[in-house]
């Protein structure tokens, strides 16, 4: 039977510390920028904020309505309210708090309790509210945290602006990354019931490997856009292009609306510019080999360009540790990589990947929830 533990609960509240302050610190660069009259700098970061708000807002309303239309529809109407307001990811939190907290710590084991009151029905109530969280940190992560990290990176490197707020942001990102990736990978092997558990040592190893990797493609694109802004644009639309592509190619069921699918499928082909995720289970060995291939080409393309392209860059002490720690975070990520799906990959998908039509069915007593149909690894 999956559990929630009081591990759990400790992740579940440092990741609500780690928003809060997230959000504090993106106000307090954005802030600073517009004291410093760096307008273009605030508003960019702004808009990876509020477009990551809205996005995520809608996909959380979208499946509260739809966990709640059977059973209480008056609901919807103050919870329509709160996500307006942007404050939706908060109502997710309470209820991760209120049911987490009564998993890990009042477990009730009395034959005598109600059916909504039983161990197995809180401890899936919680499972479902982290598994949510989970899928709304993904899609916040790669929205508006990488692409921030990518604008501080950029600022540090082209234009020299050193501020202990610009460390911060980095800081925080680097954090918001580390945290969305690996409560990802625990909420999918928690919520599919025939998933071993995710233990210590995958867990280092899967944060490496995407974190790893993730940061070398952001040194890629930071230094290509050193070089030609124009490109970098050309380039990341490109990519975006082949991943929404991708994704529509597989036809992907995830939301109940088409026009919510098409959003999902915009998002994830987003996120496909900075990391690999697998849309509809099943073997992608051949595919994720091509995705790192390229981009490990495109990664030692663009150090190249430099080393002929621009001689006098060369002598400059900062483009020479770039250089390294790009080349470096690759080759370790793509090791990480592989050490991850010799050894610590799950193999074994659950029923509804033979039949993705039957989302909502139960196995072994356990019914599988929307996160069979999300982005799996």
């Known amino acids: 039977m999956m559990k929630f533990t009081k591990q759990n609960f400790i992740f579940l509240v440092g990741g609500i510390i780690i928003h809060v302050v997230d959000i504090g610190v993106d106000f307090w660069v954005t802030t600073n920028y517009f004291c410093q009259g760096q307008y273009s700098w605030g508003i960019l970061i702004l808009f990876f904020r509020g477009l990551a708000s809205l996005i995520t807002q809608i996909f ?11 059973t209480d529809t008056g609901k919807t109407k103050w919870i329509f309210l709160v996500h307006l307001f942007q404050c939706g990811i908060f109502i997710r939190y309470w209820f991760a708090l209120k049911y987490g907290c009564q998993a890990a710590f009042k ?5 005598d309790a109600s059916e909504i009151e039983s161990p197995s029905f809180i401890q899936k109530q919680a499972i479902d509210v982290m598994t949510d969280i989970s899928m709304l940190r993904v899609f916040k992560t790669f929205l508006e945290t990488t692409p921030q990290l990518f604008v501080q990176i950029y600022i540090l490197m082209g234009h020299g602006k050193n501020s202990i707020c610009q460390y911060a942001a980095i800081f925080m990102s680097f954090c918001g990354i580390s945290i969305s990736t690996v409560d990802y990978q625990v909420s999918l092997r928690k919520s599919l019931p025939d998933k071993e558990e995710f233990h210590l040592l995958p867990k280092f190893v899967y944060l490496f490997y995407k974190l790893l990797s993730i940061t070398s493609w952001i040194l890629s ?30 036809h992907t069921t995830f939301c109940k609306s088409k026009r919510l699918e098409y959003l999902y499928r915009t998002v994830v082909g987003i996120i496909l510019i900075f990391t690999f995720f697998n849309v509809k289970g099943g073997k992608t060995r051949v595919c994720i080999s091509i995705y790192y291939a390229t981009h490990t080409v495109v990664t030692v393309g663009i150090v190249f360009i430099y080393m002929f392209g621009e001689p006098t860059v060369i002598k400059e002490i900062h483009f020479t540790i770039l250089s390294i720690i790009t080349i470096f975070s690759q080759v370790l990520g793509i090791t990480f990589l592989v050490v991850y799906h010799r050894c610590f990959h799950p193999t074994t998908y659950c029923r509804a990947q033979t039949y993705p039509d039957e989302v909502d069915e139960k196995r072994d007593g356990l019914e599988i929830g929307r996160f069979q149909n999300f982005i799996m690894q």
């Open 107 to 111: 477990q009730n084991s009395s034959r």
């Open 60 to 70: 959380s309303y979208e499946w509260f309505k739809n966990d709640w239309e059977e």
């Open 221 to 250: 694109i930071s230094l290509i856009t050193l070089l030609s802004f124009k490109s970098s644009v050309i380039l990341l639309i490109f990519l975006w292009i082949c991943g929404f592509t991708w994704t529509w190619k597989q």
